[in-house]
């Protein structure tokens, strides 16, 4: 049996505002954009190169809009791996995105926490072996 994870939702605010953080800040591409309804959108992003991408969902209900940002209670929600930390984290830098913690060497990479637009956290993650 072979299985992967293919796609996250990540509940957000409104649709624009998400690309725009998603696909400027972060670097990320635009894989779909389709009106399903006036108030709803299949809206996905993934990063460059990867096969999982996320599922940016509007927020449609107050206890939908109450975990905007905050999906994981606190913890970091997502692991952005990339083959070159110092580049990613100079765009991180240059478009103000805010650091929790780090750039921090650990056994298993260079890592630095940060916040997403909605205040998620997220990791980003240069693996000591990558390739």
Avoid at 9 to 16: M, T
Avoid at 24 to 36: K, M, Q, S
């Amino acid at each position: 049996m072979k299985q992967s994870l293919f796609q996250i939702a990540l509940v957000i605010r409104d649709y624009d505002e998400a690309i725009h953080y998603y696909t400027t800040i972060l670097g990320f591409e635009l894989v779909e954009d389709t009106v399903i309804s006036p108030s709803r959108r299949w809206v996905v992003v993934r990063p460059i190169g990867s096969s999982c991408a996320l599922l940016l969902a509007k927020a449609a209900n107050e206890r939908q809009v109450q975990s905007i940002g905050n999906q994981t209670g606190g913890r970091v929600f997502l692991f952005l791996h990339t083959d070159n930390f110092d580049r990613d984290f100079a765009r991180l830098q240059e478009y103000q995105v805010t650091i929790v913690r780090g750039p921090v060497l650990e056994p298993y990479g260079k890592v630095a926490v940060f916040e997403d637009l909605y205040g998620n956290l997220w990791d980003l993650i240069e693996p000591k072996d990558h390739d």
